[in-house]
């Protein structure tokens, strides 16, 4: 609980309109885009400007109370989920784009404007923000930055941590951190790498620039159908060896296909194990050269249907069937966990068999959406909480095969991090001399330990017990948000 | 071999004897005066593994880069940040602990973009372990990262895993006659464009670009273009990676990273640009803080690339706070400062 006197100091510091703990006005700040994690916050606010932020951050550090940053609320990890005593700071109100260079391709922004806002603004003159996490019509750049976002085009166009240039931040005893720079690199340590990714544990921010690309003349997709999964994970391996990076490489396995195609119709072919879909941009020259690599390829490796999309129309038909993947399968059963593991591409026939034994054995059946160009898993577990110990098989399920994918040579989130949700996982991933230094480089930072206490790193004594991406009744906390 | 390099910086640790991490000695030149015993690291040698088809490929930090560049090359891939090689025999570990890039750098990425994970041994002998041989990983801090620029001071790289690119299939240079304002124009104009742009650089009155990609697209790009097409290109783009041409030989030799759209920055005619605008490269005898101040108004940092280090060292003081941060991270690392004392900054 935090003291009256504390809240009193707090309400000072911004507007009334700013400030919020009324139950009825914490309720919507329980939890993050995870909402199986739910905890009230003691106190929400919503900081209209720098600083405010600075003032924020200087009050909780006298008073020693912790601080918990949120963006728009979509992350997928409980990494913005709130702690007992702690001030949640939500920087959604700081939502200004600040500046547009069309020459130098940067924009100036501030941590609560849209993902998708910023290639908005910037379309006018042909420019664009790459990385497009699948939540981009709500997600902030804020968030992105703290975990470090892909989305489905980053095995060409990279992560958030290849896409900015430069951050305002703020460590807990409020000073100012002027990070990176706006040439291409900055003296000294790369403190922009260590910051993405860093999921509010390092310090806060407040503004970031980021590059704009020229939009591609041309994006194109192929779509390909293989009776056996390792054929089509063959050929995935197979078109980057042909010296093609694609901008989209996606697979789905027979039952997010057939999920897929009963809820959206995008016409796949449903006599397949496996389907592939391959997108190509940019100049109009490279796109057909690489389309008829592409297929050229796929029929080598025995796919048994391929389709090339011959209009916007068609392309954004092939897509929508695996955009809607998860609300798909999440028809197919009452609830689903999503896990997020990333593994060698070579690696996916064994891990695949692996998780369809695994499957077996608790009885519970798994589909697969799999990000296939850059390695990222998503298999969903299907289940029903109303059985009684099921909820718990499925979570048992998830964490085996996160364990599998370090197994492999992988990792335990390619993006939606850590949070509290896979902080067990993490023991998996990272013995004790490598998690004694991320606490270091923690404390660094925040030798108290108030900024998001709790998340991302375990204690070394303690590897809690945490479950997976929860979602019940086929339902996605934000609905409304394509997830790929 | 990595065994006894693990005694010896354990040994170091308890003696507090400062070592000056060697690889080739290419880059010797770069950073500030350092002090103590020479731990070389051309022991731990060989690529580890190489897996085309993942674009991944992973080797202990003293392999030379002419060696995985040629196997590379046998699958016709690349290193996409063309690190320098400069005038020695430049090393896997070296290149990434410098984080310096080629020509390359603006359009594909740079050293830090394309490394994926490495292991290291800390300033207490521990050998740690960071990011892996995936190209998504949000798992933890990315201390891989952090450790590319470092300059060895937080560790000694033992291996080093990439993310690497297949080689375009053309590549041509053009040139043209243009004035440099002109140029930095051109440069960031066509940039804000889809084109296959994979270089550029601008000296003495003269814009040369390179275009990188499938044979057609590299044509019409050509064709809509224009300008003289340069016949030895591939020896033109490697001098001035490696910086092995007459003007790199001047001394005092500047690198002022800026805004690439900064207009001529006015500080004499023994100027190199490349980076698209984004580097400039002056030779002067213009006082440091003169050109320190010019950089930063531009939006970046100026660094005594070569030449005899002005009193505040070779780069860019760092603000206060971030000054403190990057002494408590250096203080977790290698609490005895052991590694490559000065080398980045003089007071660790």
Redesign the interface.
């Known amino acids: 609980m935090l003291s009256p006197a504390f809240l009193s100091k707090l309400r000072k510091l911004l507007p009334p309109h700013c400030v919020l703990n009324e139950r009825e006005d914490l309720l919507p700040f329980e939890s993050d885009g995870l909402a199986a994690y739910r905890n009230t916050p003691d106190v929400v606010v919503l900081p209209e400007n720098e600083a405010q932020v600075a003032a924020i951050l200087q009050l909780c550090h006298q008073h020693k109370v912790a601080v918990v940053a949120r963006g728009a609320g979509t992350g997928l990890s409980a990494g913005a989920l709130p702690v007992d005593g702690a001030v949640l700071l939500v920087l959604a109100k700081l939502n200004h784009i600040k500046a547009i260079?069309?020459?130098?391709?940067t924009a100036v922004v501030e941590p609560g404007v849209r993902n998708l806002a910023i290639s908005e603004a910037v379309a006018e003159?042909?420019?664009y923000y790459a990385p497009d996490p699948s939540s981009q019509i709500a997600c902030s750049i804020g968030g992105n930055v703290a975990?470090?976002s892909?989305g489905v085009h980053?095995?060409k166009y990279?992560?958030t941590?290849?896409n900015i240039l430069k951050l305002r931040a703020w460590?807990i005893d409020g000073?100012?951190?002027?990070?990176g720079?706006?040439?291409?690199?900055?003296?000294?340590?790369?403190?922009l790498?260590?910051l993405?990714?860093?999921e509010g544990?390092?310090a806060v921010i407040t503004e970031v620039t980021v590059k704009l690309l020229?939009?591609?003349?041309r994006a194109q997709v192929v779509l390909a159908a293989f009776d056996d999964v390792a054929k089509a994970g063959a050929a995935v391996?197979?078109i980057?060896?042909a010296?093609?990076?694609p901008a989209g490489l996606e697979m789905m396995d027979r039952l997010a296909i057939e999920a897929a195609e009963a809820f959206v119709h995008a016409g796949y072919p449903l006599d397949c194990e496996a389907l592939l879909l391959c997108e190509v941009d940019?100049?109009?020259?490279?796109v057909?050269?690489?389309i008829y690599t592409v297929r050229e390829v796929l029929e080598a490796a025995g796919a048994t249907e391929i389709r090339t999309a011959e209009s916007e129309e068609q392309r954004l038909k092939f897509w929508a069937g695996r955009k809607a993947a998860f609300p798909a399968v999440g028809r197919l059963a009452p609830d689903y966990y999503c896990m997020d593991g990333?593994?060698?591409?070579?690696q996916l026939p064994h891990v695949l068999q692996r998780i369809s034994e695994m499957s077996a054995e608790y009885g519970l059946a798994v589909a697969n959406v799999f990000?296939a160009g850059?390695?990222?898993l998503h298999p969903l577990i299907l289940f029903d909480a109303n059985t009684p110990g099921e909820l718990h098989k499925a979570e048992s399920f998830g964490g085996k095969i996160l364990e599998l994918c370090v197994e492999v040579?992988?990792?335990?989130?390619?993006?939606?991090?850590?949070g509290l949700e896979?902080i067990k996982q993490?023991c998996a991933?990272?013995a004790t001399?490598?998690l004694t230094?991320?606490h270091?480089?923690?404390?660094?930072?925040d030798p108290n330990k108030l900024l998001n206490p709790g998340k991302?790193?375990p204690e070394l004594h303690r590897c809690a017990e945490w479950g997976a991406m929860h979602i019940h009744g086929g339902k996605l906390p934000h609905p409304e948000l394509p997830r790929f | 071999m990595l065994d006894a390099t693990i005694e010896r910086i354990r040994a170091a640790h308890a003696n507090s004897t400062p070592l000056i991490i060697q690889g080739g000695g290419s880059k010797t030149f770069y950073g500030n005066a350092d002090e103590g015993e020479v731990l070389n690291t051309r022991v731990l040698t060989g690529v580890v593994d190489y897996?085309?088809?993942?674009?991944?490929l992973t080797a202990r930090a003293g392999t030379p880069l002419a060696e995985i560049e040629a196997l590379l090359g046998e699958?016709?891939q690349i290193l996409a940040f063309e690190p320098p090689h400069f005038n020695g025999p430049a090393t896997l570990g070296g290149s990434i602990a410098t984080?310096l890039s080629g020509p390359r750098?603006?359009y594909a990425?740079?050293a830090?973009?394309f490394v994926l994970g490495v292991r290291l041994i800390?300033g207490t002998g521990?050998?740690?372990?960071?990011g892996?041989?995936?190209?998504?990983?949000?798992?933890?801090?990315?201390?891989s990262?952090?450790m590319?620029?470092?300059l060895g001071t937080?560790g000694l790289l033992t291996e080093v895993s990439l993310k690497v690119?297949?080689?375009p299939?053309a590549e041509t240079t053009l040139q043209y006659e243009l004035d440099e304002a002109a140029a930095i124009?051109k440069m960031?104009?066509w940039?804000?464009?889809?084109?296959?742009l994979s270089a550029t650089s601008w000296h003495a009155g003269l814009l040369t670009l390179r275009l990188s990609?499938?044979?057609?697209?590299v044509?019409?790009?050509q064709a809509k273009l224009g300008g003289e097409t340069l016949t030895d290109a591939a020896a033109f783009w490697q001098r001035l990676r490696d910086q092995a041409t007459p003007f790199f030989d001047k001394r005092p030799l500047w690198r002022l990273?800026?805004?690439?759209?900064t207009p001529p920055l006015q500080l004499g005619d023994a100027q190199w640009i490349e980076?698209g605008g984004?580097?400039r490269w002056l030779a002067s005898d213009l006082p440091a803080a003169t050109l320190r101040e010019a950089?930063k108004t531009?939006?970046?940092?100026a660094?005594l690339f070569r030449g005899n280090a002005p009193v505040d060292g070779v780069?860019?003081p760092?603000?206060p706070?971030?000054a403190t941060?990057?002494r408590?991270?250096k203080?977790?690392?290698d609490p005895e400062g052991i590694f490559n004392r000065g080398r980045?900054?003089p007071d660790f």
């Open positions: 260079d069309p020459l130098a391709r003159h042909n420019l975990e470090n892909g980053c095995l990279g992560l941590v290849h460590t000073q100012l951190l002027e990070i720079s706006e040439a291409l690199d900055a003296p000294g340590y790369d403190l790498a260590l993405t990714g860093s544990m390092l020229p939009r591609p003349e391996g197979n980057i060896a010296g093609v990076i940019g100049v109009n020259e490279e057909s050269a690489d990333t593994i060698p591409r070579g990000h850059d390695g990222n040579g992988g990792t335990i989130t390619g993006e939606h991090g850590v896979k993490m991933q990272f001399p490598e230094r991320f270091e480089v923690k404390a660094a930072f991302a790193v | 897996q085309p088809k993942e674009l991944v699958h016709q984080g750098r603006p990425g740079a830090r973009d800390d521990q050998p740690l372990r960071f892996g041989q995936v190209i998504k990983n949000v798992a933890g801090y990315d201390v990262r952090l590319v620029g470092a937080l690119l297949p080689r299939k124009l960031n104009q940039a804000g464009q889809p084109l296959p990609g499938a044979a057609s697209a044509q019409a790009a990273a800026v805004k690439s759209t980076w984004a580097v950089a531009a939006g970046g940092h660094t780069f860019a760092l603000a706070a971030l941060l990057h408590n991270l203080q977790r690392f980045l900054y």
